[in-house]
C-alpha cells in the first residue's frame, strides 16, 4: 500500500512506541497544561519523522526523543510563550508541585469532563477521546480516519478549544496563572446556574 505522505520507517514506530508513555509522564510534570504536552509531543514525533530513515542510525533513540523535548522546551521559554522554570526543563526534579492538585484534576475528570465531552460535536469528541483520552497519537489518528497529519491536529486543536470553552462555561473551571486548574464547580451544581 503506497504511502499518502511519508512512510514512517519501522524503527521510528518501534521506538516512538517504547518511550512515548514514559515522555508523556515526564512532560506531565514539567508543563502546566496537557494541550502543551501533546504539542510537544506532536512535535518530537515530527522533528524524528522529518529525518525518515536517518533516524534507524540513532545510536540511542531514546536519549533522543528526550534531548528534542528539552531543546523545544528551551526554546518555547525563549520565545516567551509559556512560562516553564527553567529549573523544569533540564533533566532534574520538577519544581515544587504546588500548582498542581491533583485531587482537583481527578475529580474534574470524573464529575465534568464526561458530561462536557458527549455535549461536544460528535468529530470533536470523537478526537479528543481517540487522542488525548485513549493516548493514541494524532499520527495514528490521521492515518485511521484518512485525514492529513496536518488536518487531524487543526482538527485536535479545534476541538480542544471548544472542550474547555464549554468546560469553562458548564463546570465554571478556574486557573491559576500558569494555567494549571485550581478550582471548578461540579457539573450537577453548576448546571442550575448556567441558562
Known amino acids: 500500500m503506497p504511502c499518502v505522505q511519508r512512510c514512517v520507517p519501522p524503527c521510528l514506530t518501534a521506538s516512538w512506541g517504547s518511550v512515548a508513555n514514559e515522555l508523556r509522564r515526564w512532560l506531565l510534570a ?18 524524528a519523522l522529518s529525518t525518515q530513515e536517518n533516524f534507524c542510525t540513532v545510536q540511542n533513540p531514546r536519549a533522543w526523543f528526550y534531548q528534542v523535548a528539552r531543546h523545544y522546551l528551551a526554546d518555547t521559554y525563549r520565545r516567551g510563550r509559556h512560562f516553564i522554570p527553567l529549573e523544569q526543563v533540564v533533566e532534574g526534579e520538577p519544581a515544587a508541585p504546588e500548582a498542581v492538585d491533583k485531587a482537583v484534576i481527578d475529580q474534574l475528570a470524573q464529575q465534568c469532563l464526561p458530561r462536557v465531552l458527549s455535549e461536544l460535536a460528535e468529530a470533536d469528541s470523537d478526537i479528543v477521546r481517540y487522542c488525548d483520552l485513549q493516548g493514541m497519537t494524532v499520527a495514528e489518528y490521521a492515518v485511521t480516519h484518512q485525514l492529513s497529519l496536518p488536518a487531524a491536529k487543526s482538527r485536535l486543536l479545534r476541538a480542544r478549544q471548544r472542550l474547555y470553552q464549554l468546560m469553562r462555561k458548564k463546570c465554571q473551571v478556574q486557573t ?20
Open 176 to 195: 491559576d496563572p500558569t494555567g494549571a486548574v485550581c478550582q471548578f464547580v461540579p457539573r450537577d451544581a453548576s448546571s442550575s446556574l448556567i441558562k
Open 30 to 47: 514539567r508543563l502546566p497544561a496537557q494541550t502543551s504536552v501533546d504539542d510537544v509531543m506532536q512535535e518530537v514525533f515530527l522533528r
